[in-house]
């Protein structure tokens, strides 16, 4: 593994539900719900031999993602806080108690961001200071939930404090070099840093790249040809973001 200050978030990739998990669940079949809600393949679409963390289960069952209080999460009014309730048109997913819920958060949600910190730290250690890739993909026709429509080729999304001008500016002109068209903050926004450092240390740097996934998948979750010419910018994509941010 080439030593790297980037470190490779990749947290919906998953369509894992435990045994223990599914009896939570009310629809028989989540077979369509997880299409919609997986960033399917974001796990290989990202790897380009730097260190990654993925999430090995799925969102539906916790998403990493969300604040890990309910009322710090603006997605928990529509119950896809840390634990959803709800589909993704707003229909009833599962029914969990409060005491379900602080098991699922100990259970995945802590634990991953156990790692996740725990692997900022050591990048941060090793290279000075780390840069946190957030890796997805979303939809080519928004979901019911979404506020925003807007359907660029690529969305980058930014914290004031952890993204860089530097960092932003170069995942912004290469994609855009490449002819894609580049959303900043739209349709989604904000980037994954650790708690610990959250709005604290300089040293950790983050950027959430969103991939849409008409670029590289049929709607029916299949791979199309254009999988690893996506992967190949990716690839470049990071190999710029080591040479211009420190």
Do not use: W
């Not at 719900?33 to 916790?62: A, H, I, N, Q």
């Amino acid at each position: 593994m080439q030593k790297s200050p980037v470190l490779i978030h990749v947290p919906h990739a998953s369509t894992c539900i435990p045994p223990n998990e599914k009896r939570f669940f009310i629809p028989d079949d989540l077979t369509d719900e997880l299409l919609k809600m997986t960033g399917l393949y974001t796990d290989e679409l990202f790897d380009c031999g730097r260190d990654m963390l993925v999430f090995p289960v799925s969102r539906l069952v916790c998403d990493v993602e969300r604040f890990r209080d309910d009322a710090d999460e603006p997605m928990s009014e529509k119950g896809m806080g840390l634990a959803y309730t709800k589909c993704s048109d707003g229909t009833p997913l599962r029914s969990i108690s409060p005491q379900k819920r602080a098991a699922i958060a100990a259970k995945y949600y802590d634990r991953h961001h156990e790692v996740l910190t725990d692997m900022v730290n050591e990048k941060i250690r090793s290279c000075g200071s780390c840069v946190i890739i957030d890796a997805h993909s979303f939809p080519t026709v928004p979901l019911p939930y979404e506020a925003c429509s807007e359907r660029p080729d690529f969305c980058l999304g930014t914290d004031s404090f952890h993204t860089p001008h530097a960092l932003l500016h170069t995942c912004s002109q290469l994609l855009k070099g490449c002819g894609f068209k580049v959303g900043i903050n739209r349709p989604f926004s904000g980037t994954m840093v650790p708690m610990e450092h959250l709005y604290s240390d300089t040293n950790v740097s983050s950027i959430m790249i969103e991939v849409n996934r008409r670029l590289y998948m049929t709607p029916d979750g299949r791979k199309t040809d254009m999988f690893p010419v996506i992967q190949r910018i990716l690839a470049a994509l990071v190999e710029e973001i080591e040479r211009a941010v420190p």
